[in-house]
C-alpha cells in the first residue's frame, strides 16, 4: 500500500545531541511537509519541500533545518535539541500545494529530550 | 484568538449516541478538512469540503460558507471512534497550509 513511513517511531536523545528524524513516502507526492505537535496542542507547520524546493516558516527556530535528497524522502535535523523540542514530529505529504489538496501524514516520531 | 476554533474542546458520549463537533473559522478559506488521532498515533483525512457536505460511513461533515461554520457528525457512535477530532482550514490561493483548531477530544464509552 501507498504510504508515508516515519522512523523511528520513538527516539530519545540527550540535550544538545544533534538528531535526525526520517520520513519517507511511495505516494510520489511533490510536497512533504514536516510538522511538530508537542502535548494537547495543535500541529504547527515547520516548513515543506514543494519538488526541491524547500519553503521555511518564519517562526521556526534555525535549530531546525531539512533535506529532501529525493522525491520520496525527507528528514528533518534539530542540530542541538532542547527540552522544550520533546514533541511528536509529523511528516505529510500531498499531490500539490493547492490549498484543495489532501495531506497524507505519517504516524510520527515521538522525540524525548533527556 | 485562534483563526480556527474548536467545540467543545472534550466531549464524553455512550456508544449509539449520535455526535456533532464544531468548527468556526474567521478568514475566508478554499476547504475545511476535518482529521482524526487516535492516542499516540498519526493523523488520518477525513474529509476535506469546500461546500455543502460529504459522507463516509457513519461520518458526515458539513460547511456553511457563508456562517464560516462545519460541523462534524458521528452517527450510532461506537468506542473505536474514540480519538482526537482537528478540523483545519487551507487559505485562499496556491498554498496547501493548514491552519489547525485545537481539537476536540472524544471518548465513547461501551
Known amino acids: 500500500d501507498a504510504m508515508v513511513i516515519q522512523n523511528p517511531r520513538y527516539q530519545v536523545t540527550q540535550f544538545g545531541k544533534p538528531v535526525t528524524l526520517s520520513c519517507s513516502q511511495t505516494?510520489?507526492?511533490?510536497?512533504m511537509y514536516w510538522y511538530q505537535q508537542k502535548s494537547s496542542q495543535a500541529p504547527k507547520l515547520l516548513f515543506h519541500?514543494?519538488?526541491?524546493?524547500?519553503?521555511n516558516e518564519a517562526d521556526t527556530p534555525d535549530n531546525f533545518q531539512s533535506r529532501r535528497p529525493n522525491t520520496s524522502f525527507c528528514f528533518l535535523d534539530i542540530r542541538s535539541p532542547g527540552l522544550g523540542d520533546a514533541a511528536m514530529y509529523l511528516c505529510?505529504?500531498?499531490?500539490?500545494?493547492?490549498?484543495?489538496?489532501?495531506?497524507?501524514f505519517g504516524p510520527g516520531t515521538r522525540l524525548t529530550v533527556l | 484568538k485562534n483563526e480556527v476554533e474548536q467545540s467543545p474542546q472534550n466531549l464524553t458520549a455512550q456508544e449509539g449516541e449520535f455526535i456533532t463537533i464544531n468548527c468556526s473559522y474567521s478568514?475566508?478559506?478554499?476547504?475545511l478538512h476535518w482529521l482524526q488521532q487516535h492516542p499516540g498515533g498519526g493523523i488520518v483525512s477525513l474529509f476535506m469540503?469546500?461546500?455543502g457536505k460529504k459522507k463516509h460511513g457513519r461520518l458526515i461533515a458539513t460547511i456553511n460558507i457563508q456562517e464560516k461554520h462545519s460541523s462534524l457528525h458521528i452517527t450510532a457512535s461506537h468506542p473505536r471512534d474514540s480519538a482526537v477530532y482537528i478540523c483545519?482550514?487551507?487559505?485562499?490561493?496556491?498554498?496547501?497550509?493548514?491552519?489547525f483548531g485545537q481539537g476536540t477530544t472524544l471518548q465513547v464509552k461501551p
Open positions: 505516494l510520489n507526492h511533490n510536497v
Open positions: 478568514v475566508g478559506i478554499s476547504a
Open positions: 469540503l469546500s461546500s
Open positions: 483545519a482550514s487551507s487559505g485562499e490561493g496556491n498554498t496547501g497550509k493548514l491552519i
Open positions: 505529510a505529504t500531498s499531490r500539490d500545494d493547492h490549498s484543495t489538496d489532501t495531506q497524507y
Open positions: 519541500y514543494y519538488d526541491k524546493d524547500f519553503n
